[in-house]
C-alpha cells in the first residue's frame, strides 16, 4: 500500500510541474506580447529626456512628490546612462548602485 501511496504522489506532484510550467509558459507568451512593445514604445518617447514628455508616463502620485529641481537632476543623471543608435534603438550603458548611509 506504501508504494501505490507513493506513486500517487509522485504523479500529482508531476501533474503540479507540468501545469505550473505550462502556465508560466502561457504568462510569459502574454507579457511578451503586450508589455514588451509597451514597454519599449515608452523607453523610446522618454529617451529624449525632455522633461514634459517624461512627465506624461510619470504616474500621479510621481508627478505630486516630485518637484521641478528634483525631476532636472534626475534627467540630469539618467542622461548619462543611455544613447540611442543609428537605427534609434536604445543603448543602455552599464549601471553601478551605490548606497551612501546617512
Known sequence: MQI???RIIVAMLLTLVAMLYFYT???????????????AQILT???SWEKQTLLTHLAPET????????????????????????????????????????
Request: glycine content about 2%.
Open 4 to 6: 501505490q501511496t507513493l
Open 63 to 102: 508627478k505630486q512628490t516630485i518637484n521641478d529641481e528634483q525631476l532636472e537632476k534626475l534627467l540630469n543623471l539618467y542622461r548619462t546612462f543611455v544613447d540611442s543608435d543609428q537605427s534609434g534603438s536604445l543603448i543602455f550603458h552599464a549601471l553601478s548602485v551605490h548606497f551612501h548611509s546617512r
Open 45 to 47: 518617447e522618454i529617451s
Open 25 to 39: 509558459n502561457r504568462e510569459k507568451d502574454y507579457y511578451s506580447k503586450s508589455a514588451e512593445p509597451a514597454v
